[in-house]
């Protein structure tokens, strides 16, 4: 499978008569309006991550007595917790973690899978034998389990979810990239290249890589919704980013035994946070699989 | 056609010295050779056996000269190109003997650190698909760009002009606006000249184009043909020119070497070989191209098209005795016990055969 970036092309076969990039983007949210939901919601969760210290009502750590499991209103648009914490500011605040663990998580599985991957497919032998016989074990684990063992062996913090959750996403990364490369290195162009003199090393990095971007970046927007969905797990199962910083796991795993019938909003909120940002990435990555995907296409 | 530019090969400093004796190799008829292949053998070692992909071929080839190698599909006429370049996939490929000399080095020595450094500077070699030969993430003046600062060094303003000025070069218009295309946004004509351009861009002594046309319409056919013709006189390159099609070979060569399941049957001038085929399988292969006459029908109680029948035998088997043997009309106990040698048959034109010249020779004069 060759799947390469063509957009123009493309969207010239698509029947789209487009000049502008402004055209193009129009033209494709007509053509995938679930994608185009999908983008919308990502970006609505980006932005908030990002503006998050201006748009946010209350400071998230801030505690009130007086406001102790206060019902939805005025004062509290989604309510606030047991300790009076405001939940919509919780909630922007854990943009900022979520997002900072998916694009981080993703970013280090990436750029750690992806030398792994082109180094196994390119030169082959015993390094992809060797390389591949550890990505068979780390696959026999599920996602979950794996970032569960690596979260309890570093330690809750910040920085440790982040590799806790990018350590068990680099074998499908490495394998993507790898049987990219088994099929890329055959390509005429690659011979080509060789032909004229170029070096392995930088055929594989410059030929052959660029080609796999297509597959990757629908494999980098997936599982950043599932790294998003593993912080939250442990979060919820105590493993996570730490108090007080605000994760949406952790909101609900606080309160989901004790005040799921006195105070649902505790619950609910957090819940439908997530589910819609974990939605809206895997929307907009099954668009691009569509988009950059010839033989899926229709 | 104008075979003008026949054998003149200039005098060099370099050539002359170091260059093997000529006489020692069987078919060899270039005085001052640029480069000399000699009985080069690339096997292939598979689960089946070993194919002789290249079995023994040896030719040589002056500056400014062009070269035919023809021969049907399997035949090793690829694989000779790629055994020149040393790009022979190993495993299951490899060089096992031979000399490939261009202007006194020997390029199968040479560690591959050094012959990378040869790649695209001294010989490079353009492909038969130029569909596929070019990244498509790339734009078509990077690509060229990079042969550049592979093998030399110069300011980013000046390897910029470099580039267009090759495009330019391979009647690309609009040069400077197409260096930043992408390939999919260029014709398989204009990519095979982006090629062209790539492959040239280091002028290198030797040019190996592998069926440079097969995958394009006549008519731009025709003009890459022109242009490699036009390129070679400008820059002095040696072609070698690897084709099935018989009508390529008559417009561009002046020798042809003829191969058949990785061995060398026939050599001669383009001329010599055109007039009289000595060797049974190149005088099936003449026989086999439609001529205008016969296509019309006038002629077609007396003479159709003919074909060789049968197909290359598979390289793992191939028969004892000559190779063509099976397929060939006039073989006989002797043809298929025995491998006929390689030897001069008329003044300068060898063919291995025991029956050569006899049937059809000089049908064609």
């Known amino acids: ?8 092309a ?7 008569n487009v000049s502008t990039r402004w055209q193009a983007i129009r033209f494709l949210a007509r053509r995938y309006p679930l994608g185009a939901f999908g983008a919308f919601i990502i970006l609505i969760f980006i932005l908030t991550a ?7 009502p209350y400071d998230p750590t801030l505690t009130n007595a007086r406001a102790s499991l206060a019902v939805p209103g005025a004062a509290h648009w989604l309510g606030a917790d047991f300790m009076g914490r405001d939940i919509l500011s919780r909630i922007i605040g854990g943009a900022q973690i979520s997002l900072a663990v998916g694009i981080g998580a993703t970013v280090l599985g990436l750029s750690v899978g992806i030398p792994i991957g082109l180094a196994s497919g390119y030169f082959g032998g015993w390094l992809d034998l060797i390389i591949q016989r550890f990505i068979d074990i780390m696959q026999s684990l599920p996602l979950l389990v794996m970032a569960l063992v690596m979260a309890a062996s570093l330690g809750p913090s910040l920085r440790n979810t982040i590799i806790a959750i990018a350590i068990p996403l680099v074998p499908s990364i490495a394998r993507i990239v790898r049987s990219n490369t088994l099929a890329l290195k055959e390509m005429p162009f690659v011979e080509a290249a060789r032909a004229i003199g170029i070096g392995e090393t930088w055929i594989a990095a410059r030929h052959v890589l660029p080609n796999t971007l297509a597959p990757l970046i629908v494999l980098a927007t997936a599982q950043f ?42 619950v609910i909120f957090p819940g439908v946070a997530i589910s819609l940002v974990v939605f809206g990435a895997n929307l907009l990555g099954d668009a691009l699989r569509d988009l950059l995907d010839p033989r899926l296409r229709t | 056609m104008s075979h003008s530019r026949a054998l003149q090969a200039k005098p060099s400093a370099a050539a002359g010295g ?7 190799i069987a078919g060899i008829a270039v005085a001052d050779p640029l480069l000399t292949v000699a009985d080069l053998k690339t096997y292939f070692f598979t689960r089946n056996g070993t194919a002789k992909a290249v079995d023994g071929v040896s030719f040589a080839i002056a500056r400014g000269e062009t070269l035919a190698i023809v021969g049907e599909s399997g035949c090793g006429k690829s694989m000779t190109a790629l055994s020149l370049m040393r790009l022979v996939a190993d495993p299951p490929g490899r060089i096992v003997d031979g000399e490939v000399v261009l202007d006194g080095v020997d390029l199968l020595k040479l560690p591959e650190d050094e012959m990378r450094a040869m790649r695209g500077r001294d010989i490079s070699m353009i492909f038969q698909e130029p569909m596929t030969s070019l990244n498509p993430v790339m734009t078509i003046g990077r690509q060229i760009g990079e042969v550049l600062t592979m093998h030399k060094t110069m300011p980013r303003d000046e390897l910029q002009k470099k580039v267009v000025e090759m495009l330019a070069l391979v009647r690309i218009p609009e040069p400077a606006q197409r260096a930043k295309e992408y390939p999919h946004q260029l014709s398989g004509g204009m990519r095979q000249r982006a090629m062209i351009a790539m492959a040239l861009a280091c002028s290198p002594k030797v040019l190996l184009a592998d069926e440079p046309t097969t995958a394009l319409d006549v008519t731009i056919q025709a003009q890459i043909l022109e242009l490699i013709a036009d390129l070679q006189r400008k820059l002095g390159t040696a072609v070698v020119l690897i084709t099935h099609d018989l009508g390529v070979v008559a417009e561009m060569a002046q020798r042809v070497i003829v191969m058949y399941a990785g061995r060398k049957v026939e050599e001669a001038s383009a001329e010599d070989l055109f007039a009289g085929p000595l060797h049974p399988y190149t005088q099936g292969l003449m026989a086999s191209i439609p001529r205008l006459g016969l296509m019309r029908g006038e002629s077609a109680k007396t003479e159709r098209l003919q074909e060789i029948p049968g ?23 002797k043809c298929r016990s025995e491998f006929p040698p390689y030897e001069e048959k008329h003044s300068r034109h060898w063919a291995a055969c025991w029956h050569a010249g006899e049937g059809k020779e000089r049908a064609h004069g």
Not at chain 1, 1 to 8: I, K, N, P, V
């Open chain 1, 1 to 8: 499978m060759t799947t390469t970036l063509d957009h123009s």
């Open chain 1, 10 to 16: 493309e969207l010239a076969r698509a029947g789209a």
């Open chain 1, 50 to 56: 990002l503006l998050a210290h201006w748009i946010s």
């Open chain 1, 225 to 266: 919704g599932s790294a998003i969905l593993v912080e939250a797990s442990l979060s919820f199962l105590g493993l996570g980013v730490p108090e007080p910083y605000p994760s949406w796991g952790r909101m609900l795993s606080e309160s989901a035994a004790e005040y799921m019938r006195t105070a649902p909003w505790l």
């Open chain 2, 18 to 24: 170091q260059a093997k004796p000529i006489d020692s």
């Open chain 2, 311 to 333: 197909i290359v035998p598979a390289l793992y088997s191939l028969p004892q005795g000559c190779v063509f043997a099976p397929r060939c009309p006039r073989a006989d106990d």
